[in-house]
């Protein structure tokens, strides 16, 4: 007997359920007429410049990384000289185009430093060619700053600092 009643427990369940389930369903299901459309964030698509130096952290990161691993670097990224051409977001940059070259030159100068020194000697070379971003990013543009800072390397004591 109580196997009958567990059966037409389950059984009432299960039609409350089928009853139910489709107003649930259709009361969950938004009206395209109420959704409110997005509104725009103003936000300019990368300009030449941006999409370039995005590609410079992601390369700086990568080069930490591999570097405390010990791990050779990437190969040396001759196309990073097009900062010196590349277009900026609205065409025009924060400060004037001579500032901007000399940091410019300045870190292809620490990044071809960083290949052209011995990888015992690279972590503190790696530091000063994230330097020469804050230093640029100081100046200008400010807002990548946070991520800048995130890409120093740890620097080990020399055995007379220990």
Not at 46 to 62: C, G, H, I, V
Not at 109 to 123: E, F, H, S
Request: charged letters at 20%; glycine letters at 4%.
């Amino acid at each position: 007997m109580s196997k009958n009643r567990d059966i037409q427990r389950w059984a009432a369940i299960l039609a409350v359920i089928s009853l139910v389930a489709p107003f649930i369903i259709a009361c969950s299901v938004a009206d395209p007429a109420t959704v409110p459309t997005p509104v725009p964030q103003g936000l300019k698509p990368a300009s030449e410049l941006a999409l370039l130096m995005r590609e410079m952290t992601a390369f700086t990161d990568s080069t930490r990384l591999r570097s405390g691993r010990g791990e050779e670097l990437l190969p040396y990224p001759a196309h990073f000289d097009r900062m010196l051409t590349a277009t900026p977001t609205d065409g025009k940059l924060d400060i004037d185009r001579a500032s901007f070259d000399a940091f410019a030159h300045h870190y292809l100068g620490q990044l071809k430093d960083l290949y052209d020194t011995p990888k015992a000697d690279r972590q503190q070379v790696f530091n000063g060619t994230v330097q020469a971003c804050a230093n640029c990013h100081a100046a200008a543009c400010p807002g990548p700053l946070v991520r800048i800072k995130k890409l120093y390397a740890p620097m080990e004591l020399s055995p007379s600092a220990k």
